[in-house]
Every structure is written in structure tokens, then in C-alpha cells.
């Protein structure tokens, strides 16, 4: 487990590491480089490797749709989705609506 900062290097004495992500703090939707250098017991440095993980919304979001419980007959109203949310760093960008005819 390890807390990364940006362009601080943390050494292990292990081949992997974990990258301990703070939920309340995650990393931004995208690309992210990790580089790791070795050293042999000989004090020998190896070239830089570096890679790209992308950090994605990966979560499907909610759709929460409210309407009135009655209203008049001849009376326009409104459905509301304003209440569907999105998890995962993601925002909600297009409500799709439908009529189901009656029950
Ligand atoms: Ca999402």
C-alpha cells in the first residue's frame, strides 16, 4: 500500500506496489503514467520504464424518474429525473424518455 504524491519517488525493496487511492479522493478520469526504475545489488541503474493506466467510469449510473401521483385529465405535467445520480467520477449527460401506454 502506498500514497502516491506527484514526481515523489517511493522505493520498496518488493516488485509490486500497490496504489492506495483515497475513494473521497480519486485520481481524475484518464490517463495516468507510473515509471519505475530498478537497482541491482551492484548499485547498477536501470533505465526508466514508464506506463499508462486510464482511470475510467466504469459504474453504470442510476435513473430516479418522479411524477406526480395524479393529475387532471386535459392537464400537461412533468416527469423529473433530476434526482438520478451518477457514481464513479462520471456526470449524467442525456435522459432518454419513454411512454409505456397504460398498465
Ligand atoms: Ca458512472
Redesign the pocket.
Known amino acids: 500500500m502506498a500514497t502516491f504524491v506527484l514526481n515523489t519517488d517511493i522505493t520498496t525493496t518488493t516488485p509490486s506496489i500497490e496504489v492506495t487511492v483515497d475513494p473521497n479522493k480519486p485520481l481524475a478520469i484518464g490517463r495516468h503514467r507510473f515509471r519505475l526504475v530498478v537497482v541491482d545489488d551492484s548499485g547498477n541503474v536501470s533505465k526508466a520504464d514508464e506506463v499508462e493506466v486510464i482511470v475510467a467510469?466504469?459504474?453504470?449510473?442510476t435513473a430516479v424518474l418522479n411524477v406526480q401521483a395524479s393529475v387532471a385529465s386535459g392537464a400537461s405535467f412533468e416527469l423529473n429525473g433530476s434526482k438520478s445520480f451518477?457514481?464513479?467520477?462520471?456526470t449524467i449527460v442525456k435522459y432518454i424518455w419513454t411512454y409505456l401506454g397504460q398498465p
Not at 467510469?57 to 449510473?61: F, I, K, W, Y
Not at 451518477?86 to 462520471?90: E, Q, S, V
Open positions: 467510469d466504469q459504474s453504470a449510473p451518477d457514481l464513479g467520477g462520471g
